[in-house]
C-alpha cells in the first residue's frame, strides 16, 4: 500500500482554559490506517499583558478514526493546554501536525493500448 503524508497547519482559537479543537485531514483515496505526528506549535497570551510564567503547556492528539461514509478522511482533535500559575489568561495559537497514512493503491485509467494489470 502507498504512503501519504499531509501537513496540516490548525489555528487554535482565543479564550482561556483547555481548548479541545476538532480537525480532519481528507486523501485522494481509502485510508487504511495513518498515525498524526505533531510538527510544532506556537501559542501566545493575548491582551495588554502578554509578560507571563508559563506553568504548563500541553498538547494531546486524540485519532477519532474514519468517519463513514468518508473513508479518505482521518479525523482526529487536538487538546491544548497553555497557562500560568492562575490559569485565567486568554491565549491563541496554531498546531502543525502531518498526517501520515497508508492509503489504497488507485489503479490507474484503461485506455488505448494500455491492459489492466492484477
Not at 508559563?54 to 461514509?69: C, M, T, Y
Request: with cysteine; proline share 8%.
Amino acid at each position: 500500500m502507498p504512503m501519504q503524508f499531509k501537513k496540516k497547519v490548525i489555528p487554535i482559537p482565543g479564550g482561556r482554559g483547555a481548548k479541545t479543537v476538532p480537525a480532519s485531514v481528507r486523501f485522494d483515496s481509502r485510508v487504511i490506517s495513518s498515525e498524526i505526528v505533531l510538527g510544532g506549535f506556537k501559542f501566545n497570551f493575548r491582551g495588554a499583558d502578554t509578560d507571563h510564567h508559563i506553568d504548563e503547556i500541553e498538547i494531546g492528539i486524540v485519532r477519532l478514526g474514519q468517519s463513514p461514509p468518508d473513508v479518505n478522511a482521518v479525523i482526529f482533535q487536538l487538546e491544548c493546554r497553555y497557562q500560568d500559575r492562575n490559569a485565567d489568561d486568554d491565549w491563541d495559537g496554531r498546531v502543525d501536525v502531518v498526517v501520515v497514512a497508508d492509503v489504497e493503491l488507485q489503479s490507474p485509467p484503461i485506455g488505448p493500448g494500455r491492459l489492466p494489470t492484477g
